[in-house]
């Protein structure tokens, strides 16, 4: 138990060393971009930065399902000539008002639109009522189990899209949560103004790809024609362009998109990738409608109408328009992370400057030195030399957990630094057992060297069990737990596999090379 081979050696001395070489990044900047470079990063208690809270447009969520109800019911009644007068959506209502022309059809009108309400949804609840009346006016309405279903739907594909929309600026470990059942809370460490963001993660960036309706003259002043809206121009708010409501490829069908500059040009434009479904689609409508203008809508706005000059294969396009190189390449993040289900509405934003973290960093800093101190002088005033090599074990333990969480590039939070103040104490009582333990066997009676192998056969049995536990409790925390809570999870779990490295390994370690090299006849402990 108290032998150690050159080669067992070998590896405890060199996990230390790797740990003081991981912990070096932390103190320099980094001398070449391809070195990786992995540090721990500051939370937004410690760095500063932005808090944002934004709240799910539900009214969009609802008129867009209603919308596609109502393509549903022309759909549905076209087969029988059932005819109406009038179909609307009534959002406030949440429904779709249908009234026929003949209320004698009324039974056929309700037989054909009953596979729209029969469809389950996502609940596997129905999510349509249908009711008729006398005078032939049927309605159509979301049941709420439908509505509180889609709210959720909408707001954990907000988080999802939000995210990777922030991971491609860059910024490093946003915090992103559900909060109630229509808002999420996102905060950004580092970013003290998160314009940009915001901008980024305002834009529905829902992108279509629509024929324009050329015979249409938006500038009559009359309503479009039935089948077309009028959309403005992206650079030129007062010119407006007729474009057919029908999609004809829609942007969900892109891969990729890129920033990029014409070289005739030298502009800036965006490259896009389609699909397999969405290449085919696009190069049939481009086939087959060479010489007319095909219109790139983006949030209800044309951001180019080119005319077709020839068939573009290839599943691959440009687009093209007044850009800069920070418009391009946004647009080129907001095609690559999605669109989103409805618009965000930012209703709270928070800016921590950087001189509030450094505060809480200079707190904790005091606090991690006295905590440390105290474990010093308490381990060498009870167990004499063998206090101080739980003391070093403890300095390796602080160094290793560092360099764990460099490797892992873990976000340091205010509750982080206090968990590694806990584990400061957690890596002390294990040496406390052990010490106590050999101590206990002397007394005992036993020669020295049979006190340390006791101490430390018997010490481990608690030690572990102690420490499964207590890591068991942290894991389930950072699963369940969110924001400055995982962090302080993550700090525990490290520090618990650290303690057990050096107080198993280290410690026995330094206590064996002591004693072969000195045979006391009584532990100085």
Not at 140 to 166: K, P
Not at 190 to 204: A, H, Q, S, V, Y
Request: aromatic share 6%.
């Amino acid at each position: 138990m108290m032998y150690f081979s050159r080669l067992k050696t070998a590896v405890i001395l060199g996990a230390c060393l790797l740990g003081l070489l991981l912990c070096i990044p932390n103190l320099f900047a980094s001398p070449a971009a391809w070195l990786p470079w992995r540090t721990v990063h500051l939370g937004l208690d410690l760095r500063g930065g932005s808090y944002l809270l934004m709240e799910v447009d539900m009214k969009a969520v609802v008129r867009e399902r209603l919308d596609s109800l109502m393509d549903g019911v022309r759909q549905a009644l076209r087969p029988g000539s059932i005819f109406y007068q009038a179909l609307e959506a009534q959002p406030d209502q949440n429904r779709v008002l249908l009234r026929l022309r003949d209320p004698a059809q009324a039974d056929a009108a309700m037989a054909a639109l009953r596979p729209l309400v029969t469809a389950d949804g996502p609940t596997g609840a129905r999510d349509l009522d249908l009711a008729s009346t006398p005078d032939g006016t049927i309605t159509l309405t979301l049941s709420q189990v439908a509505l509180t279903a889609r709210a959720n739907g909408a707001v954990q594909q907000s988080i999802e899209i939000v995210r990777r929309r922030i991971d491609e600026t860059g910024v490093v470990d946003p915090q992103i949560a559900q909060q109630g059942s229509t808002r999420l809370v996102v905060q950004l460490p580092g970013i003290e103004d998160p314009n940009r963001i915001k901008e980024l993660l305002g834009k529905t960036a829902h992108m279509t790809f629509r024929l324009v309706d050329e015979a249409a003259n938006p500038a009559s002043g009359g309503p479009p024609p039935p089948g077309d809206d009028y959309l403005v121009m992206q650079d030129n708010p007062t010119q407006k362009i007729a474009v057919r409501k029908r999609v004809d490829v829609d942007g969900a069908d892109l891969t990729d998109a890129r920033a990029g500059s014409n070289p005739t040009t030298g502009e800036w434009v965006v490259n896009f990738t389609f699909n397999t479904v969405g290449g085919r689609r696009f190069s049939d409508i481009t086939r087959a409608n060479v010489n007319h203008r095909f219109a790139i809508v983006l949030d209800d706005k044309v951001i180019s109408a080119p005319v077709i000059r020839e068939p573009i294969t290839g599943g691959r396009g440009q687009i093209s328009g007044s850009f800069t190189a920070a418009s391009a390449n946004d647009l080129a993040v907001l095609l690559r992370a999605g669109a989103l289900p409805a618009p965000l509405t930012v209703i709270e934003e928070r800016s921590i400057g950087p001189e509030l973290g450094a505060d809480s960093i200079r707190a904790g800093a005091i606090s991690l030195v006295f905590g440390f101190g105290l474990v010093i002088v308490f381990m060498a005033i009870f167990y004499g030399l063998f206090g101080w090599f739980a003391n070093i074990c403890v300095l390796v333990n602080l160094m290793l957990m560092l360099a764990v969480m460099s490797l892992l590039q873990a976000t340091l939070t205010l509750p982080g630094m206090a968990g590694i103040l806990l584990t400061l104490g957690m890596a002390v009582d294990a040496n406390i057992l052990i010490n106590e333990r050999i101590r206990e066997e002397q007394k005992n009676g036993r020669p020295p060297l049979a006190a340390l192998e006791h101490g430390f056969t018997r010490a481990y049995s608690t030690i572990f069990d102690s420490n499964a536990t207590a890591f068991l409790a942290h894991v389930m925390l950072f699963v369940f737990g969110s924001g400055p809570v995982r962090g302080f999870a993550v700090t525990i779990t490290v520090g618990i596999a650290t303690s057990l490295f050096t107080a198993w390994m280290l410690t026995r370690l330094l206590v064996s090379r002591w004693y072969t090299a000195n045979r006391p006849k009584l532990l100085p402990v």
